[in-house]
């Protein structure tokens, strides 16, 4: 696929226009704009611009409002949750905030074997997850691409117990439309690529050398997916590379380019902050580091511009940030993370993973507090199964008919996780939270949740409407 600036979404010049006309606008015009965001029709750039100049400290605790709102309106209580699997940290590229940069001497490299991914998920499932990110460098072994084909049959081939993966995800390397073909035809449920930084100089300065160093290529992977079939995707940006609000008025313009191509944007938006990672003295001391009251305040214009989007949030970030971000616009989270290949087997290795972690707790630690924060922590794949994604999943989204099915199988992914693998604490927590939750149903979506919750009672397992 040509790749020239015609090809390419990102056009600065009307970046900075709109950065350069934006200003601090009178605390009427905010709250318009805020009242607009509440119909969940999302924001315009000039809408998002405005919005990141809001410091007033009653104005930001109106725009975190809005965002509490529209994240509830549409996704409810529900977080759902997942682990990264990183099969490989070999990448011929040179990025120089990433561990994994081709000519860092001091990173561990590692393909990890099948039998020895076998053994990674194992621990997964055994720890209660269901769904996974396959995650790799942007290298593979001598068996080049068909190693991650062959590493997801494995990762779906492994069962124990009562568990098993129910759906990967992906986030590898840009691939051609074959490839995405390939790639699609395994049962990914989602494939994610960031874009690290959209400002060309400075993504220029960070990749030194490798096939990323095209920003061309990389910037119009998702087109290719799309083009393949492939209508889940996950777009993101590294914070801490460039001026946050330059890549939040950029990240609008790829999402734009998307639904007017493809009519439909990304499923899903990743929030990561640069955090240190051994070798990289950039990673240690970000360029444009962003400050924990900016962070909390892109999460929430994130959900007023695109509503229907999904935020992930991973545990770069801290348990208390974390926390911040779930009310203000965060539906998806990692937990019990490693970022090394063989890491839930061997115990993290930094000497081996991508970057340093922020939140260390395992999986039944982070449940039990999502739990006791009044969330439900959600286990559930079925939308990819039962084929709601792309335009079909926002064909109900948007009416507000996919809570129908999201409250209620949450609820019973919830409960089989509270059954098999909960520690005696979670499981109380746990219990109480979905009373709770079937509480604040409607008659008939209760009446569905509990006969889940009674099939699961009764031993059936992946009990999904």
């Not at 934006?22 to 611009?49: F, N, P, Q, W, Y």
């Not at 490299?109 to 194992?122: D, G, H, M, P, S």
């Not at 604490?425 to 009446?447: D, M, N, S, V, Y």
């Amino acid at each position: 696929m040509n790749t020239d600036s015609e090809t390419i979404p990102i056009q600065e010049e009307q970046i900075e226009a709109v950065l350069d006309r934006s200003s601090r606008l009178a605390a009427a015009h905010i709250r318009e704009i805020l009242a607009k965001a509440r119909e969940l029709h999302g924001l315009t750039m000039v809408d998002v611009a405005a919005l990141m100049h809001v410091s007033d400290p009653e104005l930001m605790g109106e725009l975190f409002d809005a965002a509490r709102a529209v994240k509830e309106e549409i996704y409810g209580k529900r977080l759902v949750l997942f682990a990264p699997l990183y099969i490989s940290n070999l990448c011929a590229n040179e990025c120089v905030y990433c561990a994994f940069r081709a000519r860092n001497t001091a990173l561990k490299r590692r393909a990890l074997t099948q039998e020895e991914i076998a053994r990674e998920v194992t621990l997964l499932v055994e720890s209660g997850h269901k769904r996974i990110l396959l995650v790799a460098g942007e290298s593979y072994p001598q068996e080049g691409f068909s190693y991650v084909l062959k590493s997801i049959e494995t990762i779906y081939s492994v069962k124990s117990g009562n568990g098993e993966i129910r759906r990967v995800n992906a986030n590898v390397a840009p691939l051609t439309v074959d490839e995405f073909k390939q790639l699609k035809a395994t049962g990914i449920g989602t494939y994610q690529l960031f874009q690290e930084t959209y400002h060309k100089q400075t993504y220029a300065k960070c990749h030194l050398g490798g096939k990323k160093a095209d920003y061309g290529w990389r910037v119009s992977a998702m087109d290719r997916a799309m083009e393949a079939g492939i209508d889940d995707v996950g777009i993101g940006v590294l914070f801490g590379l460039f001026d946050w609000r330059f890549e939040l008025l950029a990240m609008m313009q790829h999402i734009h380019h998307l639904e007017q191509k493809f009519g439909v944007g990304p499923h899903t938006i990743s929030v990561p902050r640069l955090e240190p990672a051994i070798g990289s003295d950039m990673a240690e001391h970000p360029p444009h580091a962003v400050a924990d009251v900016d962070f909390r305040k892109l999460v929430a214009i994130l959900r007023l511009a695109v509503p229907y989007t999904g935020i992930i949030m991973s545990t770069r970030e801290t348990a208390n940030i974390r926390r911040e971000t779930f009310a203000l616009g965060v539906s998806q989270i990692s937990a019990g993370s490693r970022t090394n290949p063989g890491g839930y087997v061997e115990d993290e290795k930094f000497d081996s993973s991508q970057f340093q972690l922020g939140d260390h707790r395992t999986l039944d630690e982070v449940v039990r507090d999502v739990a006791s924060l009044g969330y439900i922590p959600s286990f559930c794949t079925a939308c990819y199964r039962m084929g709601r994604t792309g335009a079909d999943f926002m064909d109900l989204a948007k009416p507000g008919k996919i809570t129908d099915h999201c409250d209620v199988n949450a609820v019973s992914t919830f409960l089989e996780y509270l059954t098999d693998y909960a520690s005696p604490e979670t499981r109380a927590a746990g219990e109480q939270r979905i009373q709770e939750a079937l509480a604040g149903f409607t008659p008939a979506r209760r009446a569905i949740a509990q006969k889940l919750i009674d099939d699961v009672k009764a031993g059936k397992r992946d009990a999904f409407v």
